[in-house]
């Protein structure tokens, strides 16, 4: 039976780099996203640039019980999954209370409760596959508060234990649990997290890698079945100054570059 890798968050970004990266190495793939539009020419693309099938459900995932009617649709169409990479997510930055708190919530159940139940549900799928993968895209805020950037870091803080601890759940499977931390990345997300901060803006600037340069550093992770992967080797060390640093420094730091 052929075999797919589902991708949430695949329209764009890191989602679409790390489902090309999938498709260049013959996977065929299911894309998941908001704009259908957009998920269609990244699906024709794919198909007609590496011959692998490409189907999309366009979908809000904010949406009550969006994993449950992705499930639905790949039993429905009868895709075999042996590979789940949850990635769609997105940051609100600036203090708390300059957004709703339904903002906040939405961004939750993007960031850490439908990889939840997508992990939850597809589980037993891929159980009983010969080798199966799970790959959560958390973040380099996974590893300190951010003031400025707070629920965010806290949402990936979330998926890079919860990610950790399904891995040890599943040792005695053939189901492998990744956690990838991309630093920064030239995608949309600082236009969907409102960064407005001039110094963060050129951080970025200095800093950003390419979305296909994370992509596949995060695909051999993956099959490497890597606990953790940070992407690049400036990610790699202000990780480890997250480690070595006092926290209220580090907290200190953050909070200037979103000018809190
Ligand atoms: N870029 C960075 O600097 C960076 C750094 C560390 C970690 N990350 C993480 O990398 C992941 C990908 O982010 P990105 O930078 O590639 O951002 P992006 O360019 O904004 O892409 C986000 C993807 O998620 C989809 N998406 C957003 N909201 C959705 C919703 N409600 N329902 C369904 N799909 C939704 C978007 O498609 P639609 O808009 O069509 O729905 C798009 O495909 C995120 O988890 C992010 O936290 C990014």
Redo the contacts with the bound molecule.
């Keep these: 039976m052929q075999q797919y890798a589902l991708i ?10 790390l489902a090309a990266e999938l498709a260049k190495r013959g996977i065929h793939v299911l894309l ?5 539009q ?2 269609q020419q990244v699906a024709e693309r794919l198909t007609n640039e590496y011959k692998v099938s490409a189907d999309y459900l ?6 009550n019980d ?1 994993a449950r009617k992705i499930v639905d649709w790949t039993v429905q169409k009868q895709y075999s999954i042996n590979i789940l990479i ?6 609100l930055s600036g203090a708390l209370e300059n957004y709703p708190l339904t903002e906040h919530k ?1 961004m939750m ?3 850490m409760t ?1 990889p939840l139940e997508l992990s939850y549900l597809l589980l037993p799928q891929l159980k009983q596959q010969n080798a199966a993968y799970i790959m959560n ?5 996974a590893y300190q508060a951010v003031p400025g950037l707070n629920v ?1 870091a806290a ?2 803080a979330f ?1 890079l234990s919860f990610s950790r601890g399904l891995r040890y759940e599943l040792k005695h499977s053939h189901v492998s649990v990744t956690a ?13 997290a409102k960064v407005t901060s001039a110094k963060a803006q050129k951080m ?1 600037a200095k800093f ?2 390419q ?1 296909q340069e ?1 992509a596949a550093i995060a695909i051999n992770g993956m099959f490497a079945r890597k606990a953790e992967v940070v992407t690049g080797f400036v990610n790699k060390l202000a990780v480890f100054f997250a480690w070595l640093l006092p926290k209220s420094l580090l907290e200190k730091s953050a909070a200037g570059i979103y000018d809190l």
């Design positions: 949430t968050g695949a329209s764009k970004g890191i989602g679409y780099a998941i996203a908001r704009n259908e957009l998920l366009a979908i809000d995932l904010t949406e969006a949850n990635n769609a997510g997105y940051g939405n159940q993007l960031n439908v895209v958390a973040s380099g805020a965010y949402s990936k998926i990838v931390c991309p630093g920064a990345t030239e995608t949309d997300f600082p236009n969907r970025a950003n890698m979305p994370v």
